[in-house]
């Protein structure tokens, strides 16, 4: 076999996409101690992955007790919302190349949550928030025999907020979440918005009620970091100033 020339090898190595990178990982487990620490992990990777990417090499290649979620690694699940360079994201859809791979990345758990294992909460309260506002069609009288009709301006009415994926970015980067577990927080107000606002469903004064709960709506403060932070673009913030105006108006 013809050995490779020196040309070759040094024309194949500045073709090659890989970059080393700095993983640094906030660890915690309560079975070894109570204290969190940094980890650093050095890895090689193509910019053009994911950070999901890059914590799969983490743990498939040096440290398989590292601990997190994920499922569906495209976006649809919420499973994997982590803090990335301090700010809540999806892993399976932040690239390499836009969180300044230069520098250690840091990679964390959500705030606001009780941390279980690495960057595993405890998402218990959270789902309790969104079971509290009965996220789903309430209607009196009997079935229909067909569909219920809407007409594509009612549909339209909550189409924003029929994209949430209850990732829990949103409610863990909200301060008034981190200060007081208590508050609902903007995912749960979100998906009731979804159903106050259908034109179909028939529970909406009760939902608001439930809303207009000391630890509703109104411990909102509106700092946007509910908005920034959905990797699904809801306009979070702006769903829950119109259950507020609802409340005042009582029309929806
Ligand atoms: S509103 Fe956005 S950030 Fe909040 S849970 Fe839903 S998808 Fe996630
Ligand atoms: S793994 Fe499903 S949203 Fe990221």
Redesign the pocket.
């Known amino acids: 076999m013809a050995t490779p020339t020196l040309d070759k090898v040094e024309a194949e190595s500045a073709a090659s996409p890989y970059i080393t990178v700095t993983l640094r990982i906030r660890r915690f487990n309560p079975e070894v101690s109570d204290e969190a620490q940094w980890q650093d992990f050095r890895i090689e990777i193509d910019p053009k992955e994911r950070v999901l990417d890059a914590l799969h090499k983490v743990k498939w290649d040096i440290d398989g007790t590292l601990t997190f979620r994920r499922s569906c690694a495209h976006g649809i699940c919420?499973s994997d919302?982590m803090r990335i360079n301090g700010k809540?994201r999806l892993a399976c859809k932040t690239l390499i190349k836009d969180v300044n791979p230069e520098k250690p990345i840091t990679v964390e758990a959500i705030k606001g949550l009780t941390v279980l294992k690495d960057l595993v909460v405890d998402m218990d309260p959270f789902f309790q928030a969104y079971r509290d506002v009965m996220p789903f069609l309430i209607t009196k009288g009997n079935e229909p025999t067909r569909e219920r009709l809407q007409s594509p301006e009612d549909r339209e009415r909550f189409d924003d907020?029929t994209?949430?994926?209850?990732?829990?970015?949103?409610?863990s980067s909200c301060p008034v979440f981190w200060n007081d577990g208590q508050y609902f927080g903007?995912?749960a107000i979100?998906?009731a918005h979804r159903f106050i606002f259908d034109s179909r469903d028939e529970g909406g004064e009760q939902r608001l009620e439930i809303l207009n709960d000391r630890d509703g709506v109104w411990r909102c403060r509106t700092t946007f970091n509910?908005t920034d932070?959905?990797?699904?673009g809801?306009e979070?913030t702006k769903a829950i100033q119109e259950v507020k105006r609802a409340l005042i108006t009582r029309r929806f």
Do not use: E, S, Y
């Open positions: 919420g919302a809540n907020t994209k949430c994926i209850l990732c829990a970015a949103c409610t903007p995912a979100v998906n509910c932070a959905c990797p699904r809801i979070v």
